[in-house]
């Protein structure tokens, strides 16, 4: 719909953007995802690590995208080749934008089949199917789900399908109404969560697991993880936010923006890890439990409550709506470019777009079946897209956007479209010339081992 004649989409309402951008922020990175990483690194150092690099890598890098988006009025690609030229920058940093789509839509190829588990998972609520009351129940349960690539296949496929039509139906109509209900009710149903683990017994050992830095207790193979972390949770670096930004009325204050968006998406991310690990200790539970953690764990603590299979379902109904608000952020960008560059519609933008995600994720999704053996280097397909992303291409995209804006091209352009005052500037300058690049560099020498920090 969108095309050279016309002007750019923007959001309807005043807060059309910072609910679309926190609607792809929160999802299952926060709720599915931190928890278990954390669990995997062994808790507070990681948690310290990811908070460090959210504000000190996150926040300028997210700043740094909006700017381009905005700018550039495009998707990921056409924006960076716009502003890049505008300082007369050469086009290959385009190259930025496209490592960026590509990145986002690795991320959905695998992104869909954890959104199929919660779906699954909120079928099995509503019939009755999680009726197990031990450990070992829960752990057999979730293997079953798995087992069958129809069953697993069926969920991944109604996300993907789920996620189309609703990118395929416009910037405005689908994205901006949903999450401005989706948003406040899931953080309700957070509290209540945790507010049932602060009486479960494990509470003060969740804490201590979260919030005690054991110096010294986190691998560089941990401090990656956190990086690469911090970018998935914020949705930096694929083409989400950038696209997002896109759509963004001039006179929004991009600064004010993003640190809502990041405290909302750290606040329900630490809230999650508060609902989950009380009921990982309280039931003797291995915090490494890996991917399946929430799907073993939060259904026992429902099963304990009063009215769980009530509150279970509200649960599963969020989770399933956070992860669809993320999703589609994901393909936003290849639909943007897609409608402004090839001249076709965004309904066939969409489907089309669809198509090759679904085979994708398909393979991803055959990873808990009859593919798992397909490994190299001992991961199998759906942990190479997570891997590949996460730990490096959303951390190198980061750090090429940044350099870009910092050393690159005219201060001029983000002087005005950060409109801060000129302490405010300087400081983002700063951040996005030094601390931002280096931290993400150290980390990056640090995992390959070149030196120990
Ligand atoms: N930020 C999302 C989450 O935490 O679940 C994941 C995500 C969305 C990553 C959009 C990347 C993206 F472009
Ligand atoms: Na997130």
Not at 69 to 96: M, Q, Y
Not at 383 to 412: H, Q
Not at 416 to 432: D, I, K, N
């Amino acid at each position: 719909m969108t095309n050279d004649a016309q002007p750019r989409t923007q959001w309807l309402g005043r807060w059309g953007f910072v609910l679309a951008a926190t609607g792809s922020a929160v999802g299952l990175g926060n709720i599915w995802k931190f928890p278990y990483i954390t669990g995997e690194y062994g808790g507070g150092a990681f948690v310290l690590v990811y908070l460090a690099c959210i504000l000190a890598v996150g926040v300028p890098v997210m700043m740094t995208e909006i700017a381009f988006g905005r700018r550039g009025r495009g998707s990921p690609i056409d924006a960076i080749r716009r502003v890049a030229g505008e300082s007369g920058a050469s086009p290959v940093w385009s190259l930025l934008g496209w490592m960026a789509m590509l990145c986002g839509f690795m991320i959905l190829s695998f992104y869909v089949v954890v959104a199929g588990w919660s779906f699954a998972y909120l079928w099995k609520m509503l019939s009755g199917g999680l009726a197990g009351s031990s450990v070992d129940e829960m752990a057999a349960i979730f293997g079953a789900n798995n087992e069958s690539p129809l069953n697993l296949g069926f969920w991944s496929t109604l996300v993907t399908v789920a996620t189309m039509a609703i990118v395929g139906k416009g910037v405005q109509a689908g994205i901006e109404k949903s999450v401005s209900w989706m948003m406040p009710g899931m953080v309700v149903m957070l509290a209540i969560l945790i507010g049932y683990g602060a009486f479960s017994g494990g509470f003060v050992e969740a804490l201590r697991f979260l919030f005690t830095f054991d110096a010294g207790s986190l691998s560089s193979e941990g401090m990656l993880a956190a990086l690469g972390h911090a970018f998935f949770t914020l949705s930096l670096a694929s083409g989400a936010i950038l696209t997002y930004g896109s759509y963004l009325p001039g006179r929004a204050s991009i600064a004010r923006t993003t640190l809502s968006v990041a405290v909302a998406d750290t606040v329900v991310a630490l809230m999650a890890g508060l609902a989950i690990f009380p009921v990982i200790f309280a039931n003797g539970m291995e915090p490494a439990s890996g991917p399946g953690l929430i799907f073993m764990s939060l259904p026992l603590a429902f099963q304990a409550m009063p009215l769980g299979t009530l509150f279970g379902i509200l649960f599963f109904v969020m989770l399933s709506m956070a992860a669809l608000t993320s999703s589609i952020s994901m393909v936003e960008a290849t639909v943007s470019w897609l409608t402004d560059n090839k001249g076709i519609s965004r309904r066939t933008a969409s489907w089309g777009t669809g198509i090759v995600l679904w085979l994708i994720s398909t393979l991803a999704m055959l990873s808990f079946n009859v593919g798992a053996e397909w490994t190299l280097a001992g991961k199998h397909f759906f942990g190479w897209l997570d891997y590949l992303t996460s730990r490096w291409m959303m951390p190198l995209g980061g750090l090429g956007m940044v350099l870009l804006a910092g050393f690159v091209l005219k201060n001029e352009a983000f002087r005005e479209e950060l409109g801060l005052s000129p302490a405010w500037h300087a400081l983002w300058l700063f951040m996005v010339r030094y601390v931002s690049p280096l931290g993400i560099l150290l980390i990056f020498v640090d995992a390959l081992g070149i030196a120990r920090v």
